[in-house]
T-cell receptor, first 115, second 110 residues
Framework: DAGVIQSPRHEVTEMGQEVTLRCKPI?????LFWYRQTMMRGLELLIY????????DSGMPEDRFSAKMPNASFSTLKIQPSEPRDSAVYFC?????????????FGPGTRLTVL | GESVGLHLPTLSVQEGDNSIINCAYS??????FIWYKQESGKGPQFIID?????DKRQGQRVTVLLNKTVKHLSLQIAATQPGDSAVYFC?????????FGQGTELSVKP
């Protein structure tokens, strides 16, 4: 198995631009999580999906952030418009059964820099 | 102005020694705990987990101990190697969400 796949691995953009991060979960995993990691705040959960349905988006910082999971094999996290304070590493993680406390497996992350 | 980042606790050990990394969790109702290892430039990697009905679980060179009375979790690494150098996070499961600790940086001296 290739594991969780994220793209791009690095993104540099200018303030005000739209940014789209992508995630392909491990095949068969029903739950998908988006995290943000910064030196200031550590690892924060932004939103998670179960069977493609958003369950909890209370961690999404602002309306500028949105996430979708149109099917079981793909999810996007979009920031529009982006701001310098959005600069962070964004991780996608997936697991088999979120409500059974299954192990989450993380992707390699996307390092976002907003100038 | 200058930004202030998290000041990670740091543990420095000699190669070959045993390492013990500690973690305090917040919710007595948490039923599942995981230790992750994060190397520079990579995503967190699963090491070992333990459920709340257990006190101890062993893996290859790693042992996790759970003390529910004081809400404390520890990770023991036997015969620490340079490749073990990384940031280690504990995480507790609360209603399907993982809540991560701030992490401990392990540095292994050759």
């Amino acid at each position: 198995d290739a594991g969780v796949i994220q793209s791009p691995r690095h993104e540099v953009t200018e303030m005000g631009q739209e940014v789209t991060l992508r995630c392909k979960p491990i095949s068969g995993h029903n739950s998908l999580f988006w995290y943000r990691q910064t030196m200031m705040r550590g690892l924060e959960l932004l939103i998670y999906f179960n069977n493609n349905v958003p369950i909890d988006d209370s961690g999404m910082p602002e309306d500028r952030f949105s996430a979708k999971m149109p099917n079981a094999s793909f999810s996007t996290l979009k920031i529009q418009p982006s701001e310098p304070r959005d600069s962070a590493v964004y991780f996608c993680a997936t697991c088999g059964k979120w409500d059974h406390a299954d192990t989450q497996y993380f992707g390699p992350g996307t390092r976002l820099t907003v100038l | 102005g200058e930004s202030v980042g998290l000041h990670l606790p740091t543990l420095s050990v000699q190669e070959g020694d045993n390492s013990i990394i500690n973690c305090a969790y917040s919710n007595s109702a948490s039923d599942y705990f995981i230790w992750y290892k994060q190397e520079s430039g990579k995503g967190p990697q699963f090491i070992i987990d333990i459920r709340s009905n257990m006190d101890k679980r062993q893996g290859q060179r790693v042992t996790v101990l759970l003390n529910k009375t004081v809400k404390h979790l520890s990770l023991q690494i036997a015969a620490t190697q340079p490749g073990d150098s990384a940031v280690y996070f504990c995480a507790e499961n609360m209603a399907g969400k993982l809540i991560f600790g701030q992490g401990t940086e392990l540095s292994v001296k050759p």
